[in-house]
């Protein structure tokens, strides 16, 4: 019994991570379409989700080497998870900041909000798959 709850537990709290990393990936697709008018599509909307979704579901919460002397190099897998996360809560937060206050940053802005949030769900999605791949 108490496996199935734990069991339940954990996959809540993926397909949470997976709709923060949509929402994310919506307030990033909504301020980089509405800047650059070849990308106001629903299609794209849905895949600055779909990558978010993705990301966050794999990237956050990736398993762990063991902390001791045989594992004593850098964790490749949680620096790029870190990493990604970082980048891509950073680009979300940095786009609703431009939605809700109004503002029109210089277009080299938006491609750089466009490329970090691709950068961050990258990193996570590799994070997340190379993680579990040595389990």
Do not use: N
Request: proline content about 3%; overall charge positive.
């Amino acid at each position: 019994m108490r496996f199935g709850v734990r069991k339940t537990a954990h996959v809540f709290e993926r397909v949470g991570l997976a709709m923060a990393g949509a929402a994310c990936g919506l307030f990033v697709g909504a301020y980089v379409g509405s800047a650059i008018a070849p990308l106001t599509t629903q299609g794209f909307l849905l895949l600055m989700m779909l990558l978010g979704a993705v990301g966050f579901y794999l990237g956050i919460d990736t398993p762990q080497l063991p902390f001791d002397e045989a594992h004593s190099a850098i964790d490749a897998a949680e620096f790029l998870s870190s990493a990604g996360t970082l980048f891509a809560t950073l680009t979300a937060l940095a786009s609703v900041a431009v939605i809700v206050l109004r503002l029109e940053p210089h277009i080299g802005w938006t491609w750089l909000a466009l490329l970090g949030w691709i950068a961050g769900v990258a990193m996570q999605i590799v994070a997340g798959a190379k993680a579990r791949m040595r389990k």
